[in-house]
């Protein structure tokens, strides 16, 4: 809505998120760290900020690993995404996050399952020049987002999911992205010396 500050909007996102999350829950039973699903996604930032006027994102990759936790899922993920700068003066810009993320998670059918959560970690952007690859600044900063994913596959073995998750880097001016991703993934049972560490 005009005359909304972003911080509204992100909070309007998190208790919507939070909310959604909640009610996902009541469908969830599934033993803490008794799982492990590893997945691989592809990657595009959708987002309309300021920095994509100057460099347009190009497609990124994640990995992620992911368990029930005492209450939903907990994630490990790290992506990296590439920018291609508009001007050919400019400098050539590469993201490089890591989240750790909570997500409520429901089996809405026997193939289709619902998430929904929030995301906090830590994201780097290094400047470099386009012909040595050489660096010439980083930056390094603070992220949040909330997301939203639905899971095609069974309770086990391989899985495929759509998510999009919207997310802001705490730069003194904060950066918005929307990350889209397309995501193959492999769930198996947790190994019992790791599953040991785990809990």
């Not at 290094?126 to 040595?132: D, N």
């Not at 073995?157 to 193959?184: C, D, E, F, K, M």
Request: with cysteine; aromatic share 8%.
């Amino acid at each position: 809505m005009p005359g909304r500050s972003v911080g509204q909007r992100c909070l309007c996102l998190i208790v919507i998120s939070t909310a959604t999350a909640v009610s996902l829950l009541q469908g969830q039973s599934a033993e803490p760290f008794s799982t492990l699903e590893l997945s691989v996604s592809a990657t595009g930032d959708l987002g309309h900020d300021p920095l994509h006027r100057h460099w347009r994102p190009e497609p990124g990759v994640a990995v992620r690993m992911t368990t029930p936790f005492y209450l939903g899922l907990a994630s490990l993920a790290v992506h990296r995404m590439p920018y291609t700068p508009v001007q050919p003066d400019q400098l050539d810009l590469g993201a490089l996050t890591a989240t750790l993320e909570w997500n409520a998670a429901r089996r809405i059918s026997g193939w289709l399952e619902g998430r929904a959560g929030v995301q906090v970690g830590h994201s780097t952007f290094k400047f470099h020049t386009q012909q040595e690859r050489t660096f010439i600044l980083e930056e390094s900063e603070l992220l949040s987002g909330v997301q939203v994913a639905l899971l095609l596959g069974r309770a086990s073995g391989w899985n495929l999911s759509l998510s999009a998750a919207h997310q802001r880097v705490y730069t003194s001016t904060p950066i918005r992205l929307i990350v889209a991703s397309i995501s193959a993934g492999y769930l198996v049972s947790t190994p019992s010396w790791l599953r040991t560490i785990l809990e």
